[in-house]
T-cell receptor, first 111, second 116 residues
Framework: GENVEQHPSTLSVQEGDSAVIKCTYSDSASNYFPWYKQELGKGPQLIIDIRSNVGEKKDQRIAVTLNKTAKHFSLHITETQPEDSAVYFCAARGPGNQFYFGTGTSLTVIP | EPEVTQTPSHQVTQMGQEVILRCVPISNHLYFYWYRQILGQKVEFLVSFYNNEISEKSEIFDDQFSVERPDGSNFTLKIRSTKLEDSAMYFC??????????????FGSGTRLTVV
């Protein structure tokens, strides 16, 4: 089945700097890649997604890039703010109707 | 904004006991899911449910697990005889799943199950 790897597991940045989280996937049939933000005590919340027919998508300070050939995709957060501190998960939709999640990145934005 | 609601938020149960975790998906969503997250580990797929039947399940979802949509609003996960290793956060999710494209899930806040 699909295997999603995520790096780094922890990331600390100064407020205002950029943060980049990277994921790789194994199944070339995967065609949809969402990113989730999970705050303490809450469920994962979808923040941005990208489909396999698109190379990049941007939503204000958040952007996602996808390289289908290399089977990797990345989350970019610019001008980070303390409220961006959370655990971020990447995911890939496999051949079926389920998502495979990465192991998560704990992002800390230092004021 | 529509939400997926899960109850209870925290459940403690004795090993061997049955537990039922409850979820109310978003009303116009068609696909329902259960995932679990053992502390410090990744979110893992358990089961998907569509049109009143299981559409996919993982190897984690063995005979001890079952799901049900008893009425038009609730979606439940039952664990018949809990084991210590069932201790985890259980997330319900739903999606409209329009056409052939699955949109991102809307997750509930989770139920933390502790088996003692």
């Amino acid at each position: 089945g699909e295997n999603v790897e995520q790096h780094p597991s922890t990331l600390s940045v100064q407020e205002g700097d950029s943060a980049v989280i990277k994921c790789t996937y194994s199944d070339s049939a995967s065609n949809y890649f969402p990113w989730y933000k999970q705050e303490l005590g809450k469920g994962p919340q979808l923040i941005i997604d990208i489909r396999s027919n698109v190379g990049e998508k941007k939503d204000q300070r958040i952007a996602v890039t996808l390289n289908k050939t290399a089977k990797h995709f990345s989350l970019h957060i610019t001008e980070t703010q303390p409220e961006d501190s959370a655990v971020y998960f990447c995911a890939a939709r496999g051949p079926g109707n389920q998502f495979y999640f990465g192991t998560g990145t704990s992002l800390t934005v230092i004021p | 904004e529509p939400e997926v609601t899960q109850t209870p938020s925290h459940q403690v149960t004795q090993m061997g006991q049955e537990v039922i975790l409850r979820c109310v998906p978003i009303s116009n969503h068609l696909y329902f899911y259960w995932y679990r997250q053992i502390l410090g580990q990744k979110v893992e797929f358990l089961v998907s449910f569509y049109n009143n039947e299981i559409s996919e399940k993982s190897e984690i979802f063995d005979d001890q697990f079952s799901v049900e949509r008893p009425d038009g609003s609730n979606f439940t996960l039952k664990i018949r005889s809990t084991k210590l290793e069932d201790s985890a956060m259980y997330f319900c999710a739903s999606t409209s799943g329009l056409g052939l494209i699955n949109y991102g899930y809307t997750f509930g806040s989770g139920t933390r199950l502790t088996v003692v």
